[in-house]
Each structure stands twice: as structure tokens, then as C-alpha cells.
């Protein structure tokens, strides 16, 4: 009998590359599915959420309608600025900052605002990454709503 020692050549090295790679791909690909997974529900009560949505489609085009709109502006701090005009009425309400993949640390603040009409978010509330930022209010009994999408790098 003889016996056969093993070689190591060529094929056998790409064989081992192609077995690495298809390691490799099926790893990142298992791990994009378990990413996927671990968003969190957002809304618990779905459609009792989606039946509301009617009402948020009449408050966004309230404030659509306005003459000059409440701004969001991302600064040093993020500042939510309503229009002067309203510098004497009554503005109640309150602002999310959603976050899409943490419900953690998703924030209802109420709505204060200075002398200015401007209401100041500190940056230190905001973590890196993407926010949408949901300003709900209501003046003199008409209801008004506004959504920003902004990525925070500060």
C-alpha cells in the first residue's frame, strides 16, 4: 500500500478563499437579520395609533396654512422657534424627540418657550444619530402639528 501525503497547492487556496468568504457573507448576513430584530416596537396599540392618524393629517395642515411656520433649526442647541404673531397667546403642547431605533430614549418635553417665542432644547438631551423631532400644539383651541427628521452630530 502507499500512502498518499497531502499537498497543499493551488486549488486547495482557492478552495479556502471561497470557504472564507461564504463564511464571512453568511455571518453579516445572519447578523443583518438579528438588527433588524432588534428595533423595537414603536407604537404598542397599532391600530388604535393608525385611527388616530386622521387628526394628526388635520393638525399638520393647520400648520401648513400658517403664515409664517414654527421652524425647527438644529444649532449648537436645538431651538424651536413660533411665529411672533403669537407672542400673546396661550401656546401649550409638547415636543417628542423620537428616536427610530431606541424607544429608550425616546422624550416628551412640554412645551416653554422665552421671551423670544423660542423654545431651547439642549444639546446634552440629544444623543448622536438620527432624531425626529414632533412639535404637537395648541393655540387658542386649533390644533397644529409638525415633524423634522434631522441627524444630531453635536
Known amino acids: 500500500m502507499s500512502s498518499k501525503k497531502f499537498k497543499f497547492h493551488w486549488g486547495w487556496a482557492i478552495l479556502t478563499v471561497i470557504l472564507t468568504y461564504v463564511a464571512v457573507f453568511t455571518y453579516l448576513f445572519v447578523k443583518s437579520f438579528d438588527e433588524l430584530k432588534s428595533n423595537e416596537e414603536v407604537v404598542k396599540n397599532y391600530y388604535e395609533a ?3 392618524y386622521g387628526k394628526v393629517l388635520n393638525k399638520r395642515q393647520h400648520a401648513d396654512t400658517m403664515r409664517v411656520p414654527v421652524k425647527i433649526i ?3 442647541n ?3 422657534i413660533f411665529p411672533s404673531y ?3 397667546k396661550q ?3 409638547t415636543v417628542t424627540l423620537y428616536r427610530p431605533n431606541k ?3 425616546d422624550q416628551h418635553l ?3 418657550l422665552d421671551s423670544t417665542n423660542t423654545m431651547i432644547i439642549p444639546a446634552n438631551k440629544l444623543l448622536l444619530g ?3 423631532i414632533q412639535v404637537d400644539w395648541k393655540v387658542d383651541s386649533i390644533p397644529f402639528y409638525k415633524e423634522k427628521s434631522i441627524y444630531w452630530e453635536k
Request: proline fraction near 4%.
Open 50 to 52: 393608525e385611527l388616530q
Open 74 to 76: 438644529q444649532k449648537e
Open 78 to 80: 436645538l431651538q424651536i
Open 86 to 88: 403669537w407672542k400673546n
Open 91 to 93: 401656546i401649550s403642547g
Open 103 to 105: 424607544k429608550a430614549l
Open 110 to 112: 412640554p412645551i416653554k
Open 130 to 132: 438620527s432624531w425626529t
